[in-house]
C-alpha cells in the first residue's frame, strides 16, 4: 500500500504536467500566424530580380505592401480563397550602391515584418553557400521546454524514489 501512493502521487504529476506541454506546443502552433517577408535569394546586384515570400497574421488580410529603398514598392495581393495568406512575387533592384537594406512588409491587417537585403556590386561573385542551412538550434531554439524537463525531473525522482522503497522493504524482509 506504501508503495502505490508515490507511484500515484508520480503519475498525478506527469499528467499534469505533459498537459501543461500540451497546452504551450499549441500555443506554439497560434505563433506560426506571425507575418514575415523573405527573399530568394537575400543578395543581388543592381537590375536583377528575386524572388519575396510575404506572410500575413490573419487570412483575412487582402494585401501587403512591400517597400525598400533597393527597389520600388510593390503592393502584393493575398489569394482570396488560401488558408493561409502568403504569397509570391519577384521584385527587380533598383541601382542602388552596394550594401545591406531593409525590406519592410505591411500587410492590411497592420502586421507588419522585415528582413535584409544586400545588394552587391555589379560583376560580383554571386557565391553558393556549402553545407547545411544556418536555421537555428531546432530544438533548442525558443523556450517552451520548462514543462517537458520539469515532467523528465519529477519522474525521474518517482523511479528513484520507487527504486529506495523496493530496496527498503527487500532489506526490511530479511
Not at 500555443?27 to 507575418?35: D, H, M, T, V, W
Not at 512591400?66 to 541601382?95: C, K, L, R, W, Y
Amino acid at each position: 500500500m506504501r508503495i502505490l501512493r508515490p507511484a500515484i502521487l508520480a503519475a498525478v504529476l506527469a499528467v499534469a504536467l505533459l498537459s501543461c506541454a500540451d497546452s504551450a506546443s499549441s500555443q506554439g502552433a497560434i505563433a506560426q500566424g506571425l507575418p514575415s517577408v523573405a527573399l530568394s535569394p537575400d543578395f543581388a546586384a543592381p537590375g536583377e530580380t528575386i524572388s519575396l515570400t510575404v506572410t500575413c497574421r490573419q487570412s483575412t488580410a487582402t494585401r501587403s505592401l512591400v517597400t525598400s529603398s533597393a527597389f520600388d514598392p510593390i503592393t502584393v495581393v493575398m489569394p482570396g480563397h488560401a488558408a493561409e495568406p502568403v504569397v509570391t512575387s519577384t521584385i527587380t533592384i533598383n541601382n542602388v550602391r552596394p550594401g545591406r537594406y531593409t525590406v519592410i512588409s505591411t500587410c492590411d491587417d497592420s502586421a507588419t515584418s522585415s528582413t535584409t537585403l544586400t545588394v552587391l556590386r555589379p560583376g560580383a561573385p554571386h557565391l553558393v553557400p556549402e553545407g547545411g542551412a544556418a536555421t537555428g538550434g531546432g530544438s533548442m531554439a525558443g523556450g517552451g521546454h520548462l514543462p517537458m524537463t520539469a515532467a523528465g525531473v519529477v519522474m525521474l525522482i518517482a523511479g528513484i524514489g520507487l527504486v529506495a522503497v523496493t530496496l527498503r522493504r527487500r532489506g526490511a524482509r530479511r
